[in-house]
């Protein structure tokens, strides 16, 4: 399966949404990644539904919903009808995860479940088979910019392991701390979805950063 590559709009220019939503749509990105804050789940408080509603009809690529909250069941439909086309929870802020799935599904979008850094893979043997996607956590959620943690790799391996006979075609993201100095390692170790949001949006030159994630 081809990579593909989501710039994270969390390190965009909220000043300049169009513009750098307007770019990503020149760029050979596949999704942009859309990062919810709760300031519960996580300590900080990103954007909802109305920038979510202003970037859809300007967006020509999937939405890809990363809700960092508590409570997700209570938004899913509205997001999905704001425009995801995925929606990804945190395993952590999920009391009845498969519950929860079935409800992106429902709402017709592709569903996703995240793990936060110290949550073993393992926790997912009972869901593997419902999901279209899994979030590695690469940072502890809340912040752009922050370091990659190695321990990353590990579970990617142990993922991989999981998914190779029970869901083949599942998505496999990363997300925190990537860019093209891990990229390569990363895909080895299993990863098809990229997140990328300092890498990109801090760069001089936004369209070639997303092209070397693309071509590593
Ligand atoms: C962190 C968010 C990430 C963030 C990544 O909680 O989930 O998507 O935007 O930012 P970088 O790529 O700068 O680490
Ligand atoms: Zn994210």
Redesign the pocket.
């Known amino acids: 399966m081809e990579h593909l590559i989501a710039p994270?709009l969390?390190?965009a220019d909220f000043a300049n949404l169009q513009r750098d939503v307007e770019m990503l749509n020149q760029s050979e990105a596949d999704w942009i990644?859309f990062?919810v804050m709760d300031g519960v789940f996580?300590p900080n408080i990103s954007f909802g539904f109305p920038v979510l509603k202003a970037i859809k009809p300007i967006a020509t690529k999937p939405i890809d919903v990363?809700l960092?909250i508590v409570n997700p069941d209570q938004y899913i439909e509205q997001f999905a009808k704001d425009g995801a086309a995925n929606i990804t929870v945190h395993l952590e802020a999920c009391t009845h995860l498969n519950r929860t799935v079935q409800l992106i599904k429902s709402a017709g979008c592709t569903a996703g479940v995240a793990l936060n850094p110290h949550s073993p893979v393992a926790l997912l043997e009972d869901i593997i088979t419902d999901l279209d996607l899994v979030l590695i956590?690469s940072?502890n959620?809340?912040?752009?910019?922050?370091k990659f943690i190695l321990n990353t790799y590990k579970k990617l391996y142990d993922l991989k392991a999981l998914a190779r006979n029970r869901n083949p075609d599942l998505k496999i993201e990363v997300?925190?701390?990537?860019s093209e100095d891990n990229c390569k390692e990363l895909l080895q170790a299993g990863a098809n979805v990229l997140?990328?949001?300092?890498?990109v949006f801090s760069s001089y030159d936004p369209l070639l950063a997303i092209q070397k994630l693309k071509h590593p």
């Open positions: 994270s969390l390190a990644h990062d996580v990363h960092m956590m940072v959620p809340g912040f752009g910019g922050q997300d925190g701390g990537i997140v990328a949001g300092n890498s």
